[in-house]
């Protein structure tokens, strides 16, 4: 029986066996190739499918373009709104935020009670449910709650919430689980991070809210759809005209609403970590392949030589060994895309977490994959042709000679006279790389771009160590704060003192404003602080305490640079609450602070300003540990306590975030990091072997053992993988600044940090991968064929 | 040799590796912000808003119904005693309704006819009169001849005895009649505003300040009105309402730091008085609680603060515990280990976690009573990863 045989060009048979008989530097570099790949996969096609999802999700649902929130307005003057030009529909609803008593909690949590009209669907925002049914309009202690937090709970319809409406004890019973496109992240105003078990929204009939909140014929929150081609800054300003008699607080688009504008930022990052992270990934690739490749070429010297003899020309001998990059960045690409496929799978269930879609339709779109295979190959061609073209436009007759012989030249350092008390097989070393100082530093290079990616990788912990410090243990050192539905008098700094296991009181005072320099605006919320305050402080990114002047405002760095003011520059203050004055106000200093858009203002001036007595919006309580469930008990039967935030139990929320998290980050990046040098290391180390096999074999058959000719071999490589520790250091360190200043925003801009641990954590695993590549082409050279090097020719 | 030299080589090599694991896995002092245990005073103070209160006060009212002219005081006028504060004009009559009128005037026609009835009783009272009286001349003529009997005689006497009487009741009942027509007629008077010229004046019973007017404008009050409150605002004092569990530990005699009124400095009270009884009030945070009033004399310098008037606001601190001299550590320092307050305490560069026991706290400062000493350098605000044993730095 004869075997079919595959009709193969000759050609391509010979690149096969070719590929084949380097196999594990192939294998090296498609596996740098298959990780970049995997990023770029990974990253971009959940950018794809979020973006997808999304825009699907917002239109079923309605998601309104334009919001607004006001103190009372009449229900007439909805049609008002509906008349300005440019709006679509429009929906007004009652909307307020409540304390909550959740069995299981001992806090106090927080709720935000949105209004349904009863009956219907509201007309914008829709709620999906996903369990249970609609509220019975004969009942209007119903609502349906937002799934995350009945998850966060294991609630389900039937099961009840105690709500604090307005100073009244009410038992809201949950008969639906429901999502809403704006809450597709939910989090409380203030927080860092979303908190399901602290933090839920309810959808509850329109008439009970209403009744509940005094609101009957009126409304507190508006939402509506522009119609196309509508100027959203315009209708933004007429809406604030039309609500501003109603206690209006500014009208804002979707763009600035907290969860789409968390989507869009999240999105942009993916997208940015999607384009930037492969390239560093194929850069390598493109380099070791290159290196591979030039040495394979020259090996294949006397095979091209014969090739173009027999006839074969230049443009077909030339893509016959392009293809053999791209046959290994084909390889690796094709695994790429399954892995990417694979982990972006587990990406998208994690941000099911924290986003939550009514399904997150994942998928590698053919476009991803496509480009993904289309990118690496055209990296792998760039990195190859420079060596193929030099290779193949060598005469025949050239080329069937030997090389000439590399220059013969005492090193750098032998030539100053240190090296007389230097090892021989230093002595080798030095000017190995010294006769190839260009590739030489390359792999130092790739080696330091390995070392690069774990100290950005691991920086992040260091970052998020720091953010911390910062946020929980300097400037907000308080262990409870509690915030009062509206300003209350001093009366309830003592009354908050009383209450039970406070330590100490430290009052503030929140007034939310519109502060306009120029054309420039930006609505935020003033805090007043106490000026020698020790429990709440403002605190500069660098770790320095700003105390807060007697006069004069002290804004963010970055609200600075939006409003185009310096201190000594005036802003107008316009107060969004109460008789609403507005008064110009010095910037007395601008702070580098992490989070938010913050402006901070001595309470005293304050108080002037409003030429109010010593009102009180919140207060910051340390508390004794002992009496904190006594105390929470006491604060979910307040009816002027609006909400209760527990510095302990948000920093245990963050730190398990984080943690659950960070232990994936790690091990990523310790992985590509070994990949990265493993490879670079190997290919160099296989590269050298390749060119000096003769030598060395030489050295063996005069009687070296087999250690030091390893030394000698694996010596470049110690020195290279030296060199790079602390300019992989300064090139991650470089990056990692880089990247936090690009990721600077509005909400965060995190201070770039790295301990010297995390360093000395990179530099070991970066010896470590080049330590084990050094084994494996060690074992090579041990079982080196030595009559077989000797004889060859060249 | 060059076993030496290799075995250098790896010696080396297996050094800088170690020095690296090393520097990876060793824990880096925590930043942490210092303070030091300190012997000083300390003050235990119950805080609570207060109101001033002029101490002595007057309400003056008027003492009957009329109508009360322009009160020309103002607040803060100063009157002394016995000038006038109000002046009070005697009631107007009520306006009458036709029927009402309709009435009076019949009642008028009825008491005119009751005046003639009773004139023409008085003319027929003396016309008996004159009879008895020549009926007597003429008995005593007959008796002074004794032609009559001493009987007739008598009967005659008392005859004219009698008629004068009837004249006189009849004058009496002309004087009664005429007496009603005047009602009858005053009746149907004008109302008029002067009511018949009747003035009050009110005075001021003491040497003081207007605090309050109730009435500015001219009207008519009825009896007990209030007119204006009078009181001396040089002795105020100061009225501060402690929650009853607070007010149990205050007594007479402490002393009281009051701030927040509006001067330079804090000025120096003393607890007069703590009201027995409570009272209920709804709190700043809208929970019943039971209150108490203390009533608070400033015994400081009254010049530095003349423009206290009545019913301004003030802060009192009233130090219910006071030590010169003893161990304090501030309240950010204290955390629970376990059931005991404990504070990690700075010994040799790291930090150990030292048990205590407090004595008073104040929202500030604590007492220390056993476990530290004056000079202990301790850790304030301690972040969550420190641990006993650990390096710490000071933060600079």
Same mark, same amino acid.
Request: proline share 5%; hydrophobic share 50%.
């Given at each position: ?100 008593? &959740? ?52 609630? %389900? ?42 933090f839920g929204v309810f959808w509850m009939q329109r008439a009970a809210l209403a009744a509940a909140f005094d609101m009957e014929g009126g409304f507190n929150d ?57 390239? *560093? ?9 290159? *290196? ?175 953010? *911390? ?32 296991? &406070? ?48 006069? %004069? ?14 201190? %000594? ?16 106000v010095p910037v007395a200093a601008l702070v580098d602070d992490s989070m938010g858009v913050q402006a901070y203002m001595a309470r005293d001036a304050l108080h002037?300003?409003?030429?109010? %007595? ?97 030394? *000698? ?60 590549s050094s084994i494996a082409v060690r074992r090579r050279l041990d079982r080196l064929d030595l009559i077989a090097v000797l004889k060859s020719r060249e | 040799m ?41 003050? @235990? ?8 209160? @002029? ?59 009751? @005046? ?119 002795? $105020?004092?100061? $009225? ?9 530990? @205050? ?146």
């Open positions: 029986m004869v075997r079919p045989r595959l009709h193969l060009r000759a050609l391509t048979r010979k690149l096969l066996r070719d590929v084949w008989e380097m196999k594990s530097q192939a294998l090296a570099i498609a596996v740098v190739v298959a990780a970049g790949v995997t990023m770029f996969v990974t990253y971009l096609s959940n950018f794809d499918s979020l973006v997808r999802t999304l825009s699907r999700y917002y239109e079923r649902q309605q998601f309104a373009d334009v919001f607004a929130g006001a103190t009372r307005a009449p229900g007439p003057l909805a049609a008002r709104i509906g008349a300005i030009p440019g709006v679509d529909i429009v929906d007004t609803r009652v909307v307020a935020d409540v304390t909550l008593d &959740v069995t299981g909690l001992d806090e106090p949590a927080n709720g935000r009670l949105v209004s349904l009209p009863s009956p219907g669907a509201p007309a914008l925002n829709r709620v999906l449910l996903r369990r249970g049914t609609w509220p019975d309009p004969a009942r209007p202690d119903d609502v349906v709650a937002s799934e995350v937090f009945c998850e966060a709970h294991g609630f %389900g319809p039937g099961d009840r919430v105690a709500a604090i409406v307005n100073g009244r004890r009410r038992q809201l019973t949950i008969v639906g689980v429901g999502i809403s496109p704006e809450y597709v992240y939910s989090i409380r105003p203030g927080d860092l991070f979303p908190d399901n078990r602290r508006v939402a509506l759809t522009l119609a196309a081609g509508a100027s959203s800054d315009d209708v933004v300003a007429r809406l604030d005209r039309l609500l501003e008699p109603y206690g209006g607080r500014g009208a804002y688009t979707r763009a600035l609403q907290v969860s789409a504008w968390t989507i869009e930022n999240e999105l942009t990052q993916l997208r940015m970590f999607g384009l930037v992270t492969p390239a *560093i990934f194929l850069s390598v690739a493109a380099f070791i392949l290159h *290196i591979a490749l030039t040495r394979a070429l020259a090996l294949q010297r006397g095979q091209i030589a014969a090739l173009k003899a027999l006839g074969y020309g230049n443009r077909t001998i030339g893509w016959h060994y392009v293809q053999w990059a791209l046959v290994i960045a084909a390889a690796g690409a094709l695994a790429g895309v399954a892995g990417g496929a694979w982990l972006g799978a587990k990406m998208a269930d994690l941000y099911n977490e924290f986003f939550r879609f009514p399904m997150l339709d994942y998928r590698v779109s053919p476009g991803v994959a496509l480009w993904s295979v289309l990118g690496s190959l055209a990296v792998a061609a760039a990195g190859a042709l420079a060596a193929v073209s030099r290779a193949v436009a060598v005469p025949p007759a050239d080329a069937m000679r030997p090389d000439a012989p590399a220059r013969y030249r005492p090193s750098l350092i032998e030539r100053l006279g240190v090296a007389r008390r230097l090892p021989q097989a230093a002595r080798m070393v030095l000017r190995t790389l010294e006769r190839q100082p260009v590739r030489a530093l390359l792999s130092m290079l790739g080696i330091a771009a390995a070392g690069a990616v774990l100290v950005i990788g691991l920086s992040f912990i260091d970052v998020m160590d720091v953010l *911390i410090d910062e946020q929980f243990m300097q400037a907000m050192r308080q262990d409870v704060t509690v915030t009062f539905v509206g300003p209350r008098s001093a009366d309830a700094v003592h009354a908050a003192a009383r209450l039970p296991g &406070v330590m100490a009181v430290e009052p503030q005072r929140v007034v939310p404003v519109r502060l306009r320099a120029g054309a420039r605006h930006r609505t935020l919320a003033i805090i007043g602080l106490t000026p020698d305050a020790s429990l709440q402080r403002v605190v500069a990114r660098s770790g320095a305490v700003i105390p807060v002047p007697p006069a %004069g405002l002290v804004l963010s760095r970055v609200l600075g640079d939006v409003l185009g003011v310096t201190p %000594g520059d005036s802003v107008r203050v316009e107060v969004l609450e109460g008789a609403r004055p507005a008064f110009d002037a300003l409003l030429r109010e %007595g010593r009102t009180v919006s919140s207060t910051a309580l340390k508390v004794d540990p002992r009496d904190l469930a006594q105390l929470h008990l006491t604060l979910k039967a307040l009816p002027a306590v609006a909400g209760v935030a527990v510095r302990e139990a948000t920093l245990r929320n963050f730190r398990q975030t984080m943690a659950e998290h960070m232990n994936l980050i790690i091990a990523f990046n310790v992985g590509f990091a070994a990949i990265i040098a493993f490879g670079v290391v190997y290919n160099a180390a296989r590269v050298s072997l390749s060119e000096r096999s003769r030598e060395l074999a030489s050295l063996r058959v005069l009687g070296f053992t087999r250690d030091e000719v390893g030394r *000698i071999l694996l010596g470049e490589l110690a020195v290279l993988t030296l060199l790079s520790l602390p300019v992989g250091a300064v090139i991650g360190y470089g990056l990692g600044l880089f990247i936090m200043t690009i990721f600077n925003n509005e909400v965060y801009r995190l201070p770039f940090a790295i301990t010297a641990q995390s360093i000395a954590w990179s530099w070991l695993t970066v010896v470590g991968a080049a330590a084990l | 060059t076993r030496l030299r290799r075995s250098r080589g790896l010696l080396l090599g297996l050094t800088a590796l170690g020095a690296l694991v090393a520097v990876a896995l060793w824990p880096s002092a925590v930043t942490v912000d210092l303070t030091t245990v300190t012997r000083g005073p300390l003050s @235990v103070t119950i805080d609570e808003d207060g109101d001033t209160r @002029v101490h002595h006060r007057f309400v003056v009212s008027a003492p009957l119904a009329g109508r009360v002219e322009r009160i020309d005081l103002d607040p803060g006028d100063t009157v002394t005693q016995g000038a006038p504060v109000a002046r009070l004009h005697a009631e107007p009559a009520q306006f009458l309704d036709a029927r009402s009128r309709a009435e009076a005037a019949a009642a008028m026609e009825a008491a005119r006819g009751l @005046v003639g009835r009773a004139r023409a009783d008085e003319q027929r009272a003396r016309a008996a009169l004159d009879l008895a009286t020549a009926d007597l001349a003429r008995e005593e003529a007959l008796d002074a001849s004794g032609l009559t009997t001493r009987q007739a005689l008598d009967t005659r006497k008392s005859g004219v005895a009698t008629a004068r009487e009837a004249l006189n009741a009849a004058g009496f009942a002309v004087a009664a009649a005429t007496a009603d027509l005047e009602r009858a007629r005053a009746r149907l008077l004008p109302a008029s505003l002067d009511g018949g010229g009747r003035t009050i004046t009110v005075t001021s019973p003491v040497d003081g300040v207007v605090l309050k007017r109730f009435l500015d404008s001219e009207s008519v009050v009825p009896a007990g009105a209030k007119l204006v409150e009078l009181g001396d605002p040089r002795h $105020v004092e100061i $009225v501060a309402d402690l929650l009853s569990s607070d007010a149990v530990r @205050v007594r007479p005699g402490m002393r009281v730091a009051l701030t927040e009124w509006g001067g330079d400095r804090a000025m120096g009270g003393v607890v007069e008085r703590v009201e027995p009884s409570g009272f209920t009030k709804v709190s700043a945070l809208g929970v019943e609680e039971q209150r108490v009033n203390v009533i608070i004399d400033v015994d400081d310098d009254r010049a530095a603060w003349t423009a206290m008037g009545d019913g301004f606001r003030v802060e009192v601190a009233i130090t219910v515990w006071h030590a010169d001299d003893v161990v304090t550590l501030p309240t950010g320092a204290l955390f629970r280990d376990g059931t005991d307050w404990a504070v990690f305490a700075i010994a040799d560069g790291r930090a150990r976690l030292t048990r205590l026991t407090l004595g008073h706290r104040t929202p500030l400062a604590a007492e220390v009573t056993a476990g530290l000493d004056a000079g202990a350098r301790v850790v304030v605000h301690p972040p969550d990863t420190l641990a006993d044993g650990d390096r710490v730095t000071p933060r600079q």
